[in-house]
């Protein structure tokens, strides 16, 4: 918590050095405000301070937004004081107000942290390739056995087929001779 409260002691010391004075610019006879670098730098860090530390309804948050930043640039003395003051009002109330938000983990970082996470990652990536490599050669085992099927069938209808070829082939011879040795009887 010091370390806190000194950066908002911090804040609070870098702010008392800025006033209307030192962030003004005369125009046409009249000054008007006109800030530095410095003081743009002091109001983003108050700014990022309480947006980082305090909830939506807390006191310094709701000052911190109250304020018209546009007042910080080209307006008279009693409009930019007024802006600054309401400034350093929220910067100074968060001496006395603790810091209240609530930090949000970043679930992606703690998910990616996490052992269990991996583990399960690899479980799954392991378990899909294991399933996919065998459904791939159940498939490619299921091709291969169908083939083999329409290859045996294809073979017993060629053994059948050279079956009746020979067949066909002794009934032809059979009846050459037949028709020879009748026309032989026939002659004589």
Known sequence: MSRKNNI????IIEGNDFSFENNKKLYHGKFYSEVTN???????KVDNYI?????????????????DSFKFSGFDKDEFETELTKLKGAIKSCQS???????????ILSLIKNPLF????????GGAYKLGYDNGKAKFDKEKISLKDEANLSKKEITKLKKEISQKDSLIVKLKREKESTNANSGS
Do not use: A
């Open 38 to 44: 410095e003081f743009l730098s002091w109001v983003s």
């Open 8 to 11: 908002v002691d911090e804040l």
């Open 118 to 125: 991996w583990t399960t990652i690899v479980v799954l990536v």
């Open 97 to 107: 107000i603790k810091p209240n938000k609530k930090t949000k983990d970043n679930y």
């Open 51 to 67: 947006r980082i530390n305090y909830e939506e309804n807390s006191g310094p948050l709701r000052m911190l937004e109250t304020v």
